[in-house]
C-alpha cells in the first residue's frame, strides 16, 4: 500500500463546475500537506499549503485536511479550462521529502 | 525573482554511460531535493541536501547521489545508467531549516536512456 493514495482520474468536468479532488494517507506522522499543479513538460507548481487540519482558502481553490479521516481535498470552484492539468497531492514525511500520490488528471471542457 | 533552474533540460544517453544534472535554488534557498518522476511510479523522492549535507535519501540504489555546494546549487549523478532510469528528474527548492516549508520545483531535466 502506497503511503499517500490518489485516484488517477481521468476526470473530466464542464467548464463552471466544482471540482473535488481527493487523497488518502496512512502515516499519522504526516503534518504538511500541499497541492501541486502540473501541466504537461513541465515542472509541478504549488498550489496550497497546509499544516495538519483544517481549511485553507485561495481564490478559487480550497484545500482541506481531515487527520482524524487521514484525508485530503481540494475543491475548485468555478473551473476554467486552463485548469485542465495534473493535480498531484503529497505529504511531508520531514526535512522536505514530499511524498506524492499518482496525481489525478483533471480535464476542463468548455 | 529568478525560480528553480535546471540543466540541461533533455538529454539522451547509452546504457551504461553516467550522467550529471544540476540544479540552481531560488536565491536565499539552502534545502535542495531531487524526485524521479516516471509513468509507472509518479513522483519519487532521491535525496534532499541543506548545507551541503544530505538529510534525507530515498530508496534508490547507491548509482543514485548528489551533492551540494556552499552557493547552495546542487547537482545529481548517475552512474552505469539502466533503460529504466529514463525520466524526468525534477528538483525542488525551499527555505526550509528543521522542516518542511514549501518546496518550488524546476522543470526539470528529461533523460531518455538508450
Known amino acids: 500500500q502506497k503511503e499517500v493514495e490518489q485516484d488517477p482520474g481521468p476526470l473530466s468536468v464542464p467548464e463552471g463546475a466544482i471540482v473535488s479532488l481527493n487523497c488518502t494517507y496512512s502515516?499519522?506522522?504526516?503534518?504538511?500537506f500541499m497541492w501541486y499543479r502540473q501541466y504537461s513538460r513541465k515542472g509541478p507548481e504549488l498550489l496550497m499549503y497546509?499544516?495538519?487540519?483544517g481549511n485553507k482558502e485561495d481564490g478559487r481553490f480550497t484545500a482541506q485536511v481531515d487527520k482524524s479521516s487521514k484525508y485530503i481535498s481540494l475543491f475548485i470552484r468555478d473551473s476554467q479550462p486552463s485548469d485542465s492539468a495534473t493535480y498531484l497531492c503529497?505529504?511531508?514525511?520531514?526535512?522536505?521529502?514530499?511524498?506524492f500520490g499518482a496525481g489525478t488528471r483533471l480535464a476542463v471542457h468548455p | 525573482k529568478a525560480g528553480v533552474t535546471q540543466t540541461p533540460r533533455y538529454l539522451i544517453k547509452t546504457r551504461g554511460q553516467q550522467v550529471t544534472l544540476s540544479c540552481s535554488p531560488i536565491?536565499?534557498?539552502?534545502?535542495v531535493s531531487w524526485y524521479q518522476q516516471t509513468p509507472g511510479q509518479g513522483l519519487q523522492f532521491l535525496f534532499e541536501?541543506?548545507?551541503?549535507?544530505?538529510?534525507n535519501k530515498g530508496n534508490f540504489p547507491g548509482r543514485f547521489s548528489g551533492r551540494q555546494f556552499s552557493n547552495s546549487r546542487s547537482e545529481m549523478n548517475v552512474s552505469t545508467l539502466e533503460l529504466g532510469d529514463s525520466a524526468l528528474y525534477l528538483c525542488?527548492?525551499?527555505?526550509?531549516?528543521?522542516?518542511?516549508?514549501?518546496?518550488?520545483f524546476g522543470q526539470g531535466t528529461r533523460l531518455t536512456v538508450v
Open positions: 525542488a527548492s525551499s527555505l526550509a531549516t528543521h522542516d518542511l516549508t514549501e518546496a518550488f
Open positions: 502515516n499519522s506522522a504526516f503534518q504538511y
Open positions: 497546509t499544516y495538519s487540519s
Open positions: 503529497a505529504a511531508s514525511g520531514g526535512y522536505n521529502k514530499l511524498i
Open positions: 536565491s536565499g534557498h539552502r534545502s
Open positions: 541536501y541543506f548545507s551541503e549535507t544530505q538529510r
